[in-house]
């Protein structure tokens, strides 16, 4: 239904199963308590695209069923005896399947922590799903060799609105093309058949064709769509893909 009416797979993800383990000697894990509320707001927010969330919202979401199903699934990461990360699982146990529903802090640390908790509750793995913008856990998944699945973004996306999406991340693509060409570029048409204008050069797109250029895809098919040569090309290179933050906590 939603693809009827243009919503799109866009986004660059990436799926692995951390493998059930003896942890390193200096991580253990915990109960996440209420009172790690900023800790947890730190840790999330210090991704590269995240949800704005409040202290409130946290508040809410972590007494959301099923996240407030107890100690047994969401956790907190200690290293050395200091919080290094956290994770919030969701795990059948009949089936011996457990996917993260979210997690953040330092990449080694988190592996470590969700290998000990696969090995402690019996499974023989857990999924985990990352954003491809999330440099640090990228270098840290092939530094130890976990075979990475790229797909698209859960879910679909459209963008309702592209003149008001335009404004909110010309800060973005000031800080990757520069602040004269950020400030140029312009959209025209209709939700449903765009055209991105920079001075004379511009560039049509339709129906799904649409999130997909901002927000890429997988195989980067969106590429084919660019203009031959010419500084619109140069500007989309460079400023395109949009990182589009993973639901997690936020989808409940």
Known sequence: MYRRIHCADVGVEGRVVIEAGEAAP???LRP???SDIDFLLEQYSRKAAHFVRSREEMEILLGTPPIDSGP??????????EPAGYAFTHWHRRRGQAYVRERAGEPWAVIEGLRRFARERGLKGIGMAFGAWEEDMVEELE??????GWHHGGG???????????????????????????????????????????????LRVKGQAIAQLFFGTPGREERSWFPARGRLREVLERGLPVARPLYELNYV
């Open 156 to 202: 679909t996306v459209k963008i309702l609105n592209p003149w008001r999406f335009l404004d909110k991340i010309r800060p973005l693509l000031a800080a990757r093309v520069g602040e004269e060409a950020a400030r140029e570029i312009k959209v025209e048409g209709s939700v449903d058949d765009l055209t991105v204008r920079l001075g004379e050069e511009s």
């Open 26 to 28: 200096e991580i253990t």
């Open 143 to 148: 530094r130890r060799g976990i075979p990475i």
């Open 72 to 81: 047994a699934r969401n956790f907190i990461v200690l290293k050395g005896g």
């Open 32 to 34: 996440i308590k209420k």
